[in-house]
C-alpha cells in the first residue's frame, strides 16, 4: 500500500509500506511507479527516511562499519557473534533469517509538486479527505548513488535546497547513530537547508523530530536553515543555538567559512537542490580548497 500526504508548500509526502524487509544505504534513490496516476511513467526520487532504522543503520562491528564493508545479514557475520556457543549462533542466524526477512519496511519520499506526474500527484491527494491518498504503486531499488563514507570525516557538511533534504536525513540519521556506537570518526555534522518558505518545514517534520531526539546530537549537530521569502519576520525564531533559522538566501561561502573555523579533522561537503544552488556551493568549496582550508 502506498499513503499519499499533500503537505503545506506544494509537495507531497510519499510512503511505501513494503511486506519486508531491505536494506537500504544512505543517499539512495528509487524508481516510483504509480499506476494510478500516469501508467507507463516512472521517476527517480531520493530516500528521504526509513523504519525502522535498522534498515539503514544495523548493529555492525565498528571498524568494517566505518568502511562499509560489513554485512550483520551476512551468513559467516552471523556466526561470528563472539560468546555464542555453537548451537547459540545456529539458532541466532536462523533467526535473523527468518524473521528479519519478515519484518516489513515503511519507505517515504518526498515528492514537489511540479508539472506533469508529480502536479497530478499532488493534486489528486489535496482533493482526499485529510488530503491523504491511499492506493498502490512500485518502487525499483534502492539504488544507492555513490557517495563515500562520510563516516571517515570529522566534519560533514550537508547542503540541501528544498527537496534536497530527502538526499540527507538519512545520512544525519545514521551517522549520529553510528557515532552513538563508536563507529565513526565524525566530530561535527552541519545540516544547511535553503527553502523559499516556513511551510516547507512540515516536509520533514516529524523526521526530524526523531533526529532531534538522537543521544549525541546537541553536541554533533548543527542545523541551519535559511528561509529566502518568510511571509512575516516574526516566522523566524531559532529554537536553540544548533538549531537556527535565518532570512535570506544562504551564502554558501559564508556558511563553509563560518564551518571550517571549528572543523574536526578532515571535511567532507555534500550538496543536493537546484541548480544553481548547487553551483554556488561548488564554487564556495573550490575556493576554500584553493585556500587550503581543507
Known amino acids: 500500500m502506498v499513503v499519499i500526504k499533500a503537505l503545506p508548500g506544494e509537495a507531497c509526502r510519499v510512503t511505501f509500506h513494503l511486506p519486508h524487509r531491505i536494506n537500504v544505504k544512505p543517499g539512495s534513490h528509487v524508481y516510483a511507479f504509480f499506476p494510478t496516476i500516469a501508467l507507463w511513467m516512472s521517476h ?76 497530478k500527484l499532488y493534486n489528486k491527494a489535496l482533493k482526499c479527505p485529510n488530503n491523504t491518498l491511499r492506493t498502490y504503486g512500485f518502487i525499483e531499488g534502492p539504488y544507492n548513488s555513490g557517495t563515500c563514507a562520510m563516516g571517515s570525516y570529522g566534519t560533514v557538511i550537508l547542503f540541501s535546497g528544498g527537496a534536497g533534504i530527502t538526499h540527507h536525513m538519512l545520512h544525519v540519521r545514521d551517522l549520529l547513530l553510528r557515532a552513538e556506537e563508536g563507529c565513526v570518526a565524525t566530530q561535527r555534522i552541519y545540516l544547511i537547508w535553503s527553502i523559499r518558505s516556513t511551510e516547507a518545514l512540515n516536509w520533514v517534520r516529524e523526521w526530524m523530530d526523531a533526529i532531534l531526539q538522537l543521544p549525541n546530537r546537541r553536541q554533533l549537530l548543527i542545523i541551519k536553515l535559511f528561509i529566502s521569502k518568510p511571509k512575516t519576520q516574526h516566522e523566524i525564531k531559532s529554537p536553540s543555538e544548533t538549531v537556527q533559522m535565518f532570512p535570506g538566501r544562504c551564502r554558501p561561502s559564508v556558511v563553509l567559512e563560518e564551518a571550517l573555523l571549528t572543523r574536526v579533522g578532515a571535511t567532507i561537503v555534500s550538496v543536493c537542490g537546484p541548480g544553481a544552488f548547487t553551483d554556488e556551493v561548488r564554487a564556495a568549496t573550490r575556493e576554500c580548497m584553493g585556500r587550503e582550508a581543507f
Open 44 to 119: 527517480p526520487f531520493s530516500v528521504a527516511w526509513v523504519d525502522p532504522s535498522t534498515c539503514v543503520t544495523p548493529s555492525s562491528h565498528p571498524t568494517a562499519a566505518w568502511m562499509e564493508t560489513y554485512n550483520p545479514y551476512d551468513r559467516k557475520n552471523l556466526n561470528d557473534k563472539l560468546g555464542l556457543s555453537d548451537l547459540e549462533k545456529q539458532d541466532f542466524m536462523i533467526n535473523e533469517l527468518r524473521h528479519g526477512s519478515k519484518q516489513k519496511t515503511s519507505l517515504s519520499l518526498v515528492i514537489a509538486a511540479r508539472t506533469g506526474m508529480t502536479r
